[in-house]
């Protein structure tokens, strides 16, 4: 396959899901905690804007948490609630949008990933479905229904700023062990209640806020829903352990308002299933017939692990299989996570055939806003 075909395929325009795009590449979110005291400055701005001027078609954000005392894991995550902190989100707008790129915020709660130790001066606690880490053990109390209605409203409201603001869509983050997650996961969610309970009752926390963000943005304004299967403590976990369950898993999902599915897995090569060579966003797209962004490892040579524990860093690795399944229509749009991390000038490189120019991901890379 040559660089030609790769190009055509990922800078072919995207229509869908109540957004258009003028190609399939998406920057993924990846924790940056470049935002002192949760606000996001002028260098937050210029890092998203260098993105747009390279040919990203939709940027999706950091994670960025709601109004919750306990919603961060860690010191400079920027915030999504709160004047300062939306005026400079408002700043990275309109640099994006200066640059004609189009973007999303993802909003996200770590629920019990939040550890005392990071935050010693807080009295605020982790909290989570039954207040069980991801390893079991117990860290707080219980969420009271009262506690999870509080929740999803903050969820509706940091959607409907994100729209007053001027962001082009809003990503709710439902994957990786955090909050919604931890709902999902029956290691984690031992209620009894509504909100526990068999495989489909476990989905209700994450429809409610999906209903709700709906509501709070209106019937246009696209909701992108990102999950997974694997959870930092876990990689080989399966919420769902075949297609049956998957199905049953997302439909309720789709049904509350979800315009596409962002299907994190590690290696985006990896069958989801024996049997089939589609991976999570290819079985998703199938299933629920909306459209669905792949990602994992894109544009590196090497796997996630070995990346941060070897410092191993790649350079367009696997963009052959890539386009093979986009061509395909296994899924429509790809998240390119790492490689973007290092090089804002990933998409126009690979469209423009300088592959030769690509930087490969470093671990030292983490420590700057390129």
Known sequence: MTLSQTSKALFKPFEGGRLQLDNRVVMAPMTRSFSPNGVPGPNVAGYYRRRAENAVGLIITEGTV???PAAAADHGVPHF???EALEGWA???REV???GGKIAPQIWHVGTARSREKF??????PIGPS????????????????EIRGLIQAYAQAAADAKRIGFDAVEIHGAHGYLIDQFFWDVTNKRTDAYGGDFVGRTRFAVEVIEAVRAAVGPDFPIIFRFSQWKPVDYSAKLAANPEELERFLAPLSAAGVDIFHASTRRFWEPEFEGSDLNLAGWTRKLTGKPAITVGSVGLD?????????GKGGQAAGLDSLIERLERGEFDLVAVGRALLTDPAWAVKIRDERTDELQPFTREALGTLS
């Open 302 to 310: 090497s796997d996630f692990t070995s990346l941060f524990s070897e």
């Open 131 to 146: 207040g069980l880490s991801l390893t079991g053990e117990q860290v707080s109390e219980p969420l009271t229904v009262e």
């Open 91 to 93: 700043r990275v707008v």
């Open 97 to 99: 949008h200066a640059a």
């Open 66 to 68: 709601i109004n919750h």
């Open 120 to 125: 010693p001066d807080s009295n605020a606690a």
């Open 81 to 83: 609630y709160g004047e």
